[in-house]
């Protein structure tokens, strides 16, 4: 929610949309000798009592343990300009020739209608970027934080681009208007020193993990500029915004992850019923069947047992397309170590440029071997899928 109302709450800003009621910070926090460290939400407090880290004195304040005093302390006295996202507040940048995006409304985590933004496909190189449709007069030089829930933006190539962006500028436009995204109004200096943040492959860890949905609250500081643009970019993957409330109100909520996480390519995205390619080696039903487990992630038969109703030649197909990738991969490895040696003997190249090509060369190493291990497992599951044949 990007609106331009303000309440100053003492402790920080909330910037609230008109109509909304904000959560309200109304528990009052005190150590174990009686001083007033800050205050938090009922959730929060509630979150608190039930790990044992604070106890009730009445309903309106609690007291920490001695285990935590100063955590707490920190959290809720530190002043921090907060922004959340709201779909009605952002556009899809048509400059882009093949960008893809929707606003529509969806069933949230708690069963209740939110409207979300999703852009992107999965072909490469459409490119998509969804941005605020009026620049943001923030405060010079002062610290804020974006906060939203995020699906998708992986895909099982992993070539994909997901991203945040901030993006600080001088254009002045006339006040209430829309912010043109095109170059011309953003200087190439000021495109240069914008804020990336990767949101893929768990360059940045979300707050929370659930049921498929990342929550982030990413920090940044503005610059000496009058203007602020948050951007997010896809590309490859579809990928999904939805509003999210602070970190705090869901201090109670459990971590709920894909207990097959470790053996798919991509993280889950909506656009698929189940989160994932249902017709796919990593459906959650094969993944199950083949690795013997149920829907809780406990196992059950064993693999040879769930895989006799998958077409041999099926499996066959995918051994050999996962070789294909693996020699690929290699011959990258091979020209990665040409290359370094390259460098070893010219004296005139830097080390940053050696130091670059050295953790690619690291990164190939493992990919190779977790595409090796893949390729394991799926010989063994050719196996046992031959001996339960035979039987």
Aim: charged fraction near 30%; charge should be negative.
């Amino acid at each position: 929610m990007l609106g331009t109302n303000y309440i100053d709450c003492s402790t920080q800003s909330i910037n609230i949309t008109k109509g909304e009621i904000p959560i309200e910070k109304n528990v009052i926090v005190i150590d174990e000798s009686g001083n007033t460290v800050g205050v938090t939400y009922p959730k929060r407090a509630r979150g608190l009592v039930k790990k044992g880290r604070a106890e009730y004195v009445n309903d309106l304040t609690i007291r920490l343990s001695a285990l935590c005093p100063s955590e707490h302390s920190m959290e809720d006295n530190k002043i921090m300009n907060k922004l959340y996202f709201n779909a009605r507040e952002w556009r899809l940048d048509m400059s882009c020739r093949d960008a893809k995006g929707e606003r529509s409304f969806i069933t949230d985590m708690e069963g209740n209608l939110s409207e979300c933004y999703m852009i992107g496909d999965w072909e490469n190189g459409h490119h998509s970027s969804l941005y605020t449709k009026q620049l943001l007069t923030l405060e010079k030089n002062q610290d804020y934080s974006f906060i939203f829930w995020l699906n998708g933006g992986e895909n099982d190539r992993n070539n994909e681009i997901c991203q945040f962006q901030v993006i600080f500028t001088d254009w002045s436009a006339e006040p209430n208007s829309y912010a043109d995204p095109g170059s011309q109004r953003i200087s190439k200096e000021e495109w240069d020193n914008r804020l990336i943040y990767k949101l893929n492959r768990s360059f940045i860890k979300p707050i929370k993990r659930y049921k498929g949905w990342e929550l982030y609250e990413i920090p940044f500081r503005t610059e000496n500029k009058e203007y602020t643009q948050l951007r997010f970019v896809a590309e490859a993957a579809y990928t999904t915004i939805l509003p999210a409330k602070d970190k705090e109100y869901y201090a109670d909520w459990e971590d709920v992850l894909d207990p097959l996480e470790e053996y798919r390519p991509q993280r889950h995205n909506i656009f698929f019923e189940d989160g994932w390619p249902m017709n796919n080696w990593y459906g959650t039903k094969r993944l199950m069947q083949q690795h013997g487990l149920n829907k809780e992630g406990s196992h059950t038969a064993t693999a040879s047992e769930n895989f006799t109703g998958i077409p041999m030649d099926f499996m066959l197909n995918i051994k050999q397309n996962l070789e294909e990738k693996l020699q690929n991969v290699r011959d990258r490895l091979q020209s990665v170590r040409d290359r370094i040696d390259e460098i070893s003997e010219d004296d005139e190249d830097d080390e940053e440029k050696l130091e670059c090509f050295e953790e690619l060369e690291e990164s190939l190493e493992e990919s190779i071997d977790r595409w090796e291990d893949l390729a394991e497992v799926l010989e063994e599951s050719i196996e046992k899928w031959e001996d339960a044949e035979d039987m």
